[in-house]
């Protein structure tokens, strides 16, 4: 069974604090790919960021980073010097494929409140 | 690339009544997704496209739904005597066949069920 667990469900920050949102997840699969995706209060799910399963080195990009590790299943997303732009609702997921099997399974959510 | 359109993006119907909603993917992508959010929660898989196959339907899709692909482009959901408990969010979503290709979202289709 694939899952995909967001523990946090809200998190507040002031706004130019740095803010880490934590994704773990579980699969048998061998290989797959993690992404996460925001959502503002517009309603429409935005990608981010992604990851194989078989490229554990972490990136940064902008004001976005991650931190992916195979061996605690996690895949967590950081925000640098946060801006009231980010506040929205960011979701982790998982996608795995087996021949035609594709199916990509979403957290439940993390609610980022950037407070001016 | 003019992105995942869906239409329409509000529906409100009464009890019973089917319901159809339409997605048309980005052009050149064969895959294509219906999900279901509901307040507060996460996007919950309900069924995929490869090209005009409809390769897997989740479990917990009543017989009530049905999706259709039927020349590999745009894509239709019908729920067919509507309830209450159908009050969501249906999200549309299409992507390249390969497997770190992100899923390019549409607007979604509010439904109110009265």
């Known amino acids: 069974a694939q899952k995909v667990t967001q523990a946090q469900t809200e998190i507040s920050v002031v706004e130019k604090e740095d803010v880490t949102l934590d994704c773990v997840y579980e699969?048998?699969?061998?290989?797959?790919?993690l992404f996460w995706y925001k959502q503002p209060p517009s309603g429409e799910l935005v990608f981010l960021i992604r990851r194989n399963s078989f490229d554990e080195q972490n990136e940064i990009s902008g004001r976005y980073s991650w931190n992916f590790q195979k061996s605690t299943s996690s895949f967590n997303f950081t925000i640098t010097a946060s801006q009231v732009v980010d506040s929205a609702v960011y979701f982790c997921a998982l996608r795995s494929e087996k021949t035609s099997y594709d199916k990509v399974i979403f957290g439940p959510g993390t609610s980022l409140s950037v407070i001016p | 690339d003019t992105g995942v359109s869906q239409d329409p993006r509000h529906k409100i119907t009464k009890r019973g009544q089917n319901v159809t909603f339409r997605c048309d993917p980005i052009s050149e992508h064969n895959r294509l997704y219906w999900y279901r959010q509901t307040l507060g929660q996460g996007p919950e898989f309900l069924t995929y496209?490869?090209?005009?196959?409809?390769?897997?339907k989740s479990r917990l899709l009543s017989d009530r739904f049905s999706a259709e692909r039927p020349k590999g482009s745009f894509s239709t959901l019908e729920i067919q005597r509507t309830e209450q408990g159908d009050s969501a969010m249906y999200l549309c979503?299409?992507?390249?066949?390969?497997?770190?290709?992100?899923?390019?979202f549409g607007n979604g289709t509010r439904l109110t069920v009265t």
């Open positions: 699969t048998r699969d061998t290989t797959y790919y």
């Open positions: 496209f490869q090209n005009e196959a409809q390769l897997e």
């Open positions: 979503a299409s992507s390249s066949p390969t497997g770190n290709s992100p899923l390019h």
